[in-house]
């Protein structure tokens, strides 16, 4: 059974930064993509960052861009979110998905396998 799982996210005040990380298991190949979606009250899921895990090579939403980092970790399907200069409308709950067998990198709907979520809040 593959499971993926963030860790723990937090309060941070306007300004600050936060690093999240995601850890799959049970998934006996590499994960082609994996990327992170947000998703706040009243709002569509958002993709924000995205990375190929194979070439480095990484994608980001206009919202986030300049601000957050993603990252492959040391193990096999981990990757890392460092946000950075957060703001107020980054609050939202923060998903790691993984596995993109067809479709737009930024569809919530195209990946295999999601996490649970974990939830950011930024302070004013």
């Known amino acids: 059974q593959v499971q993926l799982k963030e860790s723990r996210g937090g309060t941070v005040q306007a300004g600050g930064s936060l690093r999240l990380s995601c850890v799959a298991s049970?998934?006996?190949?590499?994960?082609?993509?994996m990327a992170w979606f947000r998703q706040s009250p009243g709002k569509k899921r958002e993709g924000v960052a995205i990375?190929?895990?194979?070439?480095?090579?990484?994608y980001y939403s206009d919202s986030v861009k300049g601000r957050f980092t993603v990252s492959r970790g040391n193990a096999t399907n981990t990757v890392n979110l460092q946000m950075n200069s957060l703001i107020p409308e980054d609050t939202a709950m923060y998903y790691c998905?993984?596995?993109?067998?067809?479709?737009?990198?930024?569809?919530?709907?195209?990946?295999?396998?999601w996490g649970p979520g974990t939830q950011v809040t930024v302070s004013s």
């Open positions: 998905a993984g596995d993109l067998p067809a479709g737009d990198l930024f569809d919530g709907t195209a990946y295999s396998f």
């Open positions: 049970g998934y006996t190949y590499d994960f082609n993509y």
């Open positions: 990375i190929r895990p194979s070439t480095g090579k990484t």
